[in-house]
């Protein structure tokens, strides 16, 4: 914490942990998990595994022999979240433009689908602008990040055995399952341009 002139609130809310719980773990209450390694080694260059285990080199470059996943992880621990937000909101509507503004009639959409579609994007932004200007942290902002993954990548394009998404997606909470539903919707109307395999770029690491 030190090194990044950070208190310990301070740290606690830039990894994605309420402060009580952050404080929990430097007392040795509970366990640091992988995720939570990781937006570590983000924020500061300490090793996620030597944190974990206290095994291998104690800094490295915090994208060095990470994972796909891995790297997501790290970026939304490094960059503003309502950066990311606005991001992947921006991808989301750059997907339906082709279908919002065709003059293809099989292609087109119809008043009442593109009403559907703005219904959609503005009940979806409404989970995350709430988390967003009210929220301190800790589980509210990793819900956060975790409706941020699928309504970028879907279900289909995420990992779910991964410690990663486990963690970033274990949550009984309504709000997460809504945005499932809204992302399956959101692929029904646009199509295929909203699958992972058929991107040309990374919306996180491009802009």
Same mark, same amino acid.
Request: proline share 1%; hydrophobic share 40%; net charge negative.
């Given at each position: 914490?030190?090194?990044?002139?950070?208190?310990?609130?301070? &740290? +606690?809310?830039?990894?994605?942990?309420?402060?009580?719980?952050?404080?929990?773990?430097?007392?040795?209450?509970?366990?640091?998990? =992988?995720?939570?390694?990781? +937006?570590?080694? $983000?924020?500061?260059?300490?090793?996620?595994?030597?944190?974990?285990?206290?095994?291998?080199?104690?800094?490295?470059?915090?994208?060095?022999?990470?994972?796909?996943? !891995?790297?997501?992880?790290?970026?939304?621990?490094?960059?503003?979240?309502?950066?990311?937000?606005?991001?992947?909101?921006?991808?989301?509507? !750059?997907?339906? *433009?082709?279908?919002? &503004?065709?003059?293809?009639?099989?292609?087109?959409?119809?008043?009442? *689908?593109?009403?559907?579609?703005?219904?959609?994007?503005?009940? $979806?932004?409404?989970?995350?602008?709430?988390?967003?200007?009210?929220? @301190?942290?800790?589980?509210?902002?990793?819900?956060?990040?975790?409706?941020?993954?699928?309504?970028?990548?879907?279900?289909?394009?995420?990992?779910? %055995?991964?410690?990663?998404?486990? &963690?970033?997606?274990?949550?009984?909470?309504?709000?997460?399952?809504?945005? =499932?539903?809204?992302?399956?919707?959101? @692929?029904?109307?646009?199509?295929?341009?909203?699958? =992972? %395999?058929?991107? *040309?770029?990374?919306?996180? *690491?491009?802009?």
């Amino acid at each position: 914490m030190d090194d990044c002139g950070l208190n310990q609130k301070e &740290f +606690a809310l830039r990894i994605g942990k309420s402060p009580n719980g952050f404080n929990a773990i430097v007392r040795g209450h509970k366990l640091v998990n =992988k995720t939570l390694a990781l +937006a570590v080694q $983000a924020l500061t260059s300490y090793s996620a595994e030597w944190i974990m285990t206290g095994e291998g080199p104690r800094k490295i470059n915090p994208l060095e022999g990470l994972d796909h996943w !891995s790297r997501l992880v790290l970026e939304l621990s490094n960059n503003s979240d309502r950066k990311i937000a606005e991001l992947v909101f921006f991808w989301l509507d !750059s997907k339906a *433009t082709a279908r919002k &503004f065709s003059f293809d009639k099989d292609q087109s959409w119809n008043k009442k *689908t593109l009403s559907r579609y703005e219904e959609l994007i503005q009940e $979806a932004k409404g989970f995350l602008f709430d988390i967003l200007n009210n929220s @301190e942290g800790g589980e509210e902002q990793v819900l956060l990040r975790g409706m941020l993954l699928i309504l970028y990548n879907g279900l289909e394009g995420l990992d779910l %055995e991964s410690d990663e998404m486990k &963690f970033l997606l274990n949550f009984e909470d309504f709000r997460l399952e809504r945005v =499932k539903e809204i992302r399956s919707e959101l @692929e029904n109307l646009i199509g295929d341009g909203l699958k =992972k %395999e058929n991107r *040309t770029s990374n919306v996180i *690491t491009d802009w």
